[in-house]
């Protein structure tokens, strides 16, 4: 995140933070929505988008895969049933065009395997009784897909055969990852990942696909498609108040309250039974409540977090809050340490 981003955010965190009264904080805590069902609610993928996806992939599952029609590049061995001499190994030229003894040039490109087997016999009908004739794929060139993004080899590759998405993200070398803050991270994000067949985006969703390997989503590649690993950006989450370190950290996602409260150095002695989360801009701005002892104790699930969330960790209902507060005033020493976040956190944990 870069400097003016990182101003931006606190910035308007303090703008956020600033509507709410610096008095009565307890009724406000205590009518705020529980985060443990609401969000989660918030953060699924509605049944009927799911069932829609799934059956979009197992319309295209039960189409025939497409007939291989040779073409410029790709390379065959053809051999001569008990004329063994006549057996080659011949690229198929840019015009569609093999080499052969006696015949010399033969076009086979545009046509299937048993129609170039057709030609070819044909051909050397004019010389041999009845000629046999085998055409066998040495490597086939033509039948490419291309893979970008946050991958180590981005490129075409050959996907003849029963090639896979997951197997095109093999070949690739898998994704790419990065160190940050003494950590080995994926620098890939397969939320917005996409594959393109012809004009239509397909509802894969990478994470079953590559991850899982449900054949459903990791469905077999075809000429022409093209896969984008999408690069993770710089998201970011705040943990304030009542934690060892209040920080800001690096978002990932499945990220929930308690990991990020973990990565904060957990929580100090004293702090109130629950953590106050907010999330939006200033025209959606919401506001919920955590328990955070039914969530250690599996009472409630964790709360998935999402990247720009702030969570504020209070003393208590009231006091705790006026603190944070009157510690975010838009003062110059502030702005100051907007570009500090470490030494800001350090001092709100003071």
């Known amino acids: 995140m870069s400097g003016r981003d990182l101003l931006h955010f606190l910035f308007l965190s303090v703008l956020l933070l600033c509507v709410l009264p610096l008095n009565g904080c307890k009724s406000v805590y205590e009518n705020l929505p529980d985060a443990s069902t609401i969000m989660l609610e918030e953060s699924k993928v509605t049944q009927e988008e799911i069932t829609r996806r799934e059956d979009r992939l197992r319309e295209i599952s039960a189409k025939p895969y497409p007939d291989y029609y040779i073409d410029a590049g790709d390379i065959f061995t053809i ?129 079953e696909a590559i991850v899982r390997g449900n054949p459903l989503h990791n469905i077999r590649m075809q000429k022409g498609d093209y896969v984008h690993i999408a690069a993770r950006t710089e998201k970011m989450v705040a943990v304030f108040g009542e934690v060892m370190t209040p920080r800001f950290q690096l978002w990932n996602a499945g990220m929930g309250l308690l990991e990020a409260i973990s990565n904060a150095g957990g929580l100090r002695d004293e702090h109130w039974e629950s953590a106050v989360i907010m999330r939006g801009g200033m025209g959606n701005l919401k506001f919920y409540r955590a328990d955070l002892q039914a969530i250690l104790q599996g009472a409630k699930p964790n709360v998935p977090l999402e990247a720009g969330d702030i969570v504020y960790i209070p003393k208590d209902s009231i006091s705790g809050y006026n603190v944070f507060v009157k510690k975010l005033l838009p003062t110059a020493q502030l702005l100051n340490a907007f570009m500090m976040p470490v030494l800001w956190g350090k001092s709100l944990s003071e």
């Open 79 to 207: 051999k001569v049933y008990n004329n063994p001499d006549l057996d080659v190994v011949s690229p198929v030229t840019p015009d569609g065009y093999i080499a052969m003894m006696f015949v010399g040039q033969i076009k086979i490109g545009g046509l299937t395997i048993p129609q170039a087997v057709e030609r070819v016999q044909e051909a050397l009908s004019k010389y041999i009784k009845n000629p046999v004739v085998g055409i066998l794929p040495t490597e086939i060139k033509s039948q490419t897909a291309t893979i970008s993004g946050a991958v180590v080899k981005t490129g075409v590759y050959s996907v003849h055969g029963n090639v896979t998405l997951a197997d095109l993200f093999a070949y690739a070398g898998g994704g790419e990852s990065r160190l940050f803050d003494g950590k080995v991270l994926d620098s890939y994000d397969f939320k917005n990942s996409y594959l393109v067949r012809g004009m239509d985006i397909l509802p894969v969703d990478f994470t």
